[in-house]
């Protein structure tokens, strides 16, 4: 019986086949490399077996396509399936080499395996070996796709985080760039105010000297205009209080020359004593406008300084040589920042708590950019009227500077992540920046070899902790 | 007696006040001058105007202050009966469009004056809104008519006069 005979290799069955179908009147064919041999869509009625040579499948894609899909060698049938079923061929087949192929119509295989048991024990056992041949290769392409599946999806996630990190990096290159145009723009303000104001400062020198001797030395003129110029400031409360006193020691005055007059100490008002129980209106309103030349020109020094200590803080907040390390003093950091931050600062009671500390060498824009960062989180975090507190120490080894608000504290969860740029806890959007203030705060310690943490504190609100390296 | 007429002028800056105050003080004879470095102080003001039964005719306030500001004091103002009909000068640096937009529909603000301004503008503005608060008001305009900007001081009389007819 056929089925007791041992499997033959598949070379053995090529020839015992070929010597079969010799009997069925086949022979076998040799076709040139490019010869077509089933067309995909059209049905089929032989079935290839390949002797010699590589034939190639070609499958059409939805554009109109030929896809190359498999090599096949000796020992493949072409066609098995729109042989064996009539539909249509469902690749397309040419011969890749010059072939030599055994082709079986319809009717030589139906005789074949009428006539002779061994003829469909060949073709049998070639069918089965091409099937668990294709079914072999469906499973390494699965595996294969699965493989490259898994490599494609690392490659999309490793895209993925490499976009994020660009974003990132542009979005702090902006930020960088951003604090930089407004430090340029600062330090060409600043130095633009700074010359008025220096000539302003000259003048009132001038007026401040020269003044006195306008007037007769030791008259009331001239003592009048020196007890202006050393007037302390009334608050509204006192000026009140004062004019009331001065409503009933001369109820004769009217409310606006009361006004003037209460911003006087008791010497002035001695000066003037005699004019005023004389009734000479005249004489006091006069001598009191001398008074009020002193008192407006001590308020115009003031002012003044108060200019110049600003242009001072703006420019040495701003300027170009901060960007480089050197022996720096965090007050003076934290007091230049506080300037330039006063117009937010004032809404709030603000207590400084400052050690003496130790020289620093580090960078002091910078530490500025830190300190001015943490302040102004602590501002938005912060209800207006309440306790914002710079806290400053040392040790052997570090300095700290620590911000401490009275807000709605950090969220224990993101006390770590709140150092990752994008991670906010601000709310309202528009009115914040690109969440990257801590991020850039916490490099830029790094970049110090420093360290910038975030806690809670008991009862309320957030401290934040920037140590620095003493070396 | 004519009734007395107040003006409040609230600043947290001294010198600002200094310079409000010196500004308006050729009115103070006829409308008394308060002055507060605070909303808070501006309260206790007007707590006392309330007490001493003095009418409130113009305040003039700073936006940015330390504590409460100055738009939330100007709408607290215009929510009660007393202080509703004074008229309302927000006189600023830094109010922003929100702020500003506020005080405007809130608090029925009457001008709005940004700082630095021009020489004598403050006191012509305050002089405007206490002629149109005594129209309000329907006083007499007698007593007050040497401090009133001079066309509406004329149409003044001329409306009261009508009235007598």
């Known amino acids: 019986m056929p089925d007791e005979l041992p499997d033959l290799t598949t070379t053995e069955a090529l020839e015992h086949l070929v010597r079969r179908a010799r009997g069925l009147g086949r022979e076998p064919e040799h076709l040139p490399a490019g010869t077509p041999l089933l067309h995909e869509g059209r049905i089929n009625r032989s079935l290839y077996i390949l002797l010699e040579g590589t034939a190639r499948q070609y499958k059409s894609d939805f554009r109109g396509g030929a896809i190359p899909v498999d090599f096949l060698g000796p020992g493949s049938l072409l066609g098995i399936l729109s042989f064996w079923t009539g539909q249509p061929a469902f690749t397309e087949s040419v011969a890749y080499t010059d072939l030599t192929v055994l082709r079986l119509d319809r009717d030589d295989f139906d005789r074949g395996v009428a006539r002779d048991p061994e003829f469909t024990r060949l073709t049998q056992q070639l069918f089965v070996s091409n099937l668990s041949d294709r079914y072999r290769r469906v499973v390494g392409l699965n595996l294969e796709v699965a493989g490259l599946t898994r490599e494609l999806e690392q490659e999309r996630n490793a895209l993925q985080d490499a976009i994020a990190d660009l974003r990132e990096t542009r979005n702090q290159l902006i930020h960088q760039e951003k604090l930089a145009v407004m430090g340029q723009l600062l330090a060409g303000i600043a130095h633009e105010i700074n010359n008025p104001s220096a000539a302003l400062m000259k003048s009132l020198e001038l007026v401040t000297r020269e003044m006195p001797n306008l007037f007769e030395e030791g008259s009331p003129e001239q003592r009048l205009f020196s007890a202006g110029f050393s007037a302390p400031y009334l608050s509204s409360e006192e000026s009140r209080e004062r004019m009331g006193e001065l409503q009933q020691r001369y109820p004769a005055l009217g409310r606006s020359l009361c006004r003037r007059l209460s911003r006087m100490n008791e010497e002035s008002l001695n000066v003037l004593d005699p004019d005023l129980r004389k009734g000479k209106l005249e004489t006091v309103a006069r001598r009191t406008g001398i008074f009020e030349i002193g008192t407006a020109l001590h308020g115009m020094t003031v002012a003044e300084e108060r200019i110049r200590r600003l242009v001072r803080s703006v420019k040495s907040y701003s300027r170009e040589e901060n960007q480089e390390s050197c022996s720096t003093h965090l007050e003076e950091c934290i007091r230049d920042t506080l300037t330039v931050l006063n117009h937010r600062l004032k809404h709030y009671n603000l207590r400084l708590e400052l050690a003496d500390l130790p020289a620093l060498h580090c960078c002091p824009g910078e530490i500025n950019q830190i300190i001015t960062n943490l302040l102004t989180n602590a501002c938005d975090a912060t209800e207006p009227g309440r306790t914002i507190t710079i806290r400053t120490g040392a040790s052997e080894e570090w300095v700290r500077v620590e911000v401490q608000d009275e807000g709605h504290g950090i969220p224990e969860e993101l006390l770590e992540s709140i150092f990752e740029s994008t991670v906010t806890t601000k709310s309202g959007g528009a009115d914040f920046g690109l969440g990257l203030g801590l991020a850039i705060s916490r490099e830029l310690a790094q970049k110090h070899q420093g360290t910038l943490t975030a806690s809670n504190v008991p009862g309320g609100g957030a401290l934040f902790r920037l140590e620095l390296p003493l070396w | ?165």
């Open chain 2, 1 to 165: 007696m004519s009734e007395t007429i107040s003006i409040l002028c609230v600043d947290d800056e001294p010198d600002v006040l200094d310079v409000v105050v010196r500004e308006l003080a050729s009115l103070e004879d006829t409308f008394p001058l308060e002055t507060a470095g605070s909303a808070a102080e501006a309260r206790e003001c007007l707590d006392r105007l309330r007490r001493d039964g003095t009418g409130l005719g113009v305040i003039v306030c700073d936006h940015i202050m330390p504590g409460e500001n100055g738009v939330d004091l100007l709408v607290a103002m215009a929510g009660d009966e007393q202080w509703r009909i004074t008229r309302k000068v927000l006189l600023t640096g830094q109010a922003g469009l929100e702020a500003t937009v506020r005080a405007i529909n809130r608090a029925e603000l009457a001008h709005y004056i940004a700082k630095p301004w021009e020489n004598r503008e403050l006191l012509h503005v305050v002089r405007r809104q206490l002629g149109l608060y005594i129209a309000a008001r329907g006083l007499d305009p007698l007593p007050y008519l040497r401090h009133l900007e001079p066309g509406q001081a004329a149409a003044l009389l001329r409306h009261m006069s009508d009235a007598d007819r």
